[in-house]
């Protein structure tokens, strides 16, 4: 069964500093590959997707994330964190076929100035 | 905006009560989802719905039903509340199955006093 694992419940960095958040998942075939952000009382938003191909994938307010098969991991990275990048950042995993994406736990970004 | 629409924002009621959300996906959209997001569990998978069929389940409680009407809209009943069932309620929409990212609505939050 597919599943998804964040390590880290929360996390604060300084802003200017740089980010990354883990993702680990669990899937027998390639996996499509999601990482969302929510903000305090709004829904999810698509931050960047893998699907295939280049490993390294760009995304929106400047987050990449690097598929890598050997460690089933899909973590999301930003050099350089902004005070309003604090917010709840969930990875996801799809079943290619399937019709249901899982969410992991989720990961709370706190920036400090 | 992600073009979904999820009424109301608010819902306060009692236990034991009937409640119904309501959910019209982006234009263009087949798929919608509902998602149950509550402080102990998580974002928790309930029900897809594709083109008016149901085509996946999640964890989702007997009390509770869904359906997809035929102008693509949709709407989560939720009966026999219980304090329990106090969370915010996700709808989220996409072109196809799990492989299209999905895009959420703000959701509602239902407190049952």
């Known amino acids: 069964a597919q599943s998804v694992t964040q390590p880290d419940i929360h996390i604060t960095v300084s802003e200017g500093a740089s980010l990354e958040l883990r993702c680990n998942y669990s899937y027998g075939a390639t996996p499509y590959l999601f990482w969302y952000v929510q903000s305090p009382g709004q829904g999810l938003q698509l931050l960047l997707k893998?699907?295939?191909?280049?490993?390294l994938v760009q995304g929106i307010k400047g987050f990449e994330a690097e598929f890598k098969r050997s460690q089933s991991s899909f973590n999301l990275r930003k050099p350089s964190v902004h005070w309003s990048d604090a917010a709840e950042y969930f990875c996801a995993v799809g079943a290619s076929g399937g019709f249901k994406t899982i969410f992991g736990a989720g990961t709370r970004l706190f920036v400090k100035a | 905006d992600s073009g979904v629409t999820q009424t109301p924002k608010h819902l306060i009621t009692a236990t034991g009560q009937r409640v119904t959300l309501r959910c019209s996906p982006r234009s263009g959209d087949l798929s919608v989802y509902w998602y149950q997001q509550s402080l102990d569990q998580g974002l928790q998978f309930l029900i897809q719905y594709y083109n008016g069929e149901e085509r996946a389940k999640g964890n989702i409680l007997e009390r509770f039903s869904a359906q997809q009407f035929p102008d693509l809209h949709s709407e989560l009943n939720l009966s026999s509340l219980e304090l329990g069932d106090s969370a915010l309620y996700f709808c989220?929409?996409?072109?196809?199955?799990?492989?299209?990212?999905?895009?959420f609505g703000n959701g509602t939050r239902l407190t049952v006093t």
């Open positions: 893998y699907f295939s191909g280049d490993t």
């Open positions: 989220a929409s996409s072109a196809l199955d799990s492989n299209s990212p999905l895009h």
